[in-house]
């Protein structure tokens, strides 16, 4: 009886620090996803996920998420990679080198580039503006190439103080937004 009793301690021990390692980690994608949707509701006035519009070619291109900011129309393509990520401007392949893998992905900046022209071509002369999103957890150590942007970085360039200022900017961007939604689908 001695044996099991000893048996049993570990047993406890081990199941209390798995349950507060889900629960540690369940919190940290929780603050995060709220950071995240913290800076939603900070910078833009309207959004719109999964557009598919014309892309000038004859074709059509998907915009993930397009958001109605006081600076215009904000394309944001997120990338939720853990670890530290090696891209660049030039470089084809971006990697991420994590604790237990190491993967690679295209560089997502020509595609980005595409759906800001995309949506340029449909409003004109309103400002358009692309980002790459990468949320908590992504780290670039040799340098951060164009348009790849953090939830702190769009809140710093995307916030807006003056809120009486932010609603003059959104009407008049708001019949261009419209037009948007009208040609996607």
Do not use: C
Not at 56 to 85: A, F, N, P, R
Request: glycine share 6%.
């Amino acid at each position: 009886m001695n044996g099991t009793i000893h048996l049993q301690y570990p047993l406890v021990i081990l199941l209390v620090v798995v349950a507060l390692a889900s629960l540690w980690f369940w919190y940290r994608r929780r603050k995060g996803g709220s950071r995240f949707q913290q800076m939603l509701s900070a910078i833009s006035f309207a959004r719109a996920d999964g557009l598919i519009i014309p892309n000038g070619d004859e074709g059509e291109i998907q915009i993930d998420h397009l958001l109605l900011t006081s600076q215009g129309l904000l394309i944001l393509h997120i990338k939720d990679v853990q670890g530290i990520v090696f891209g660049s401007d030039k470089m084809q392949d971006w990697a991420v080198i994590a604790e237990d893998r190491r993967f690679t992905f295209s560089n997502p900046q020509p595609a980005l580039y595409d759906r800001i022209a995309a949506v340029r071509q449909i409003v004109k002369d309103v400002p358009v503006s692309g980002r790459l999103l990468f949320l908590d957890g992504a780290e670039f150590t040799k340098g951060v190439p164009d348009l790849v942007a953090t939830v702190d970085e769009l809140m710093n360039d995307f916030a807006e103080p003056d809120k009486a200022a932010a609603e003059r900017k959104i009407d008049a961007f708001k019949p261009f937004w419209e037009e948007i939604l009208k040609r996607s689908r």
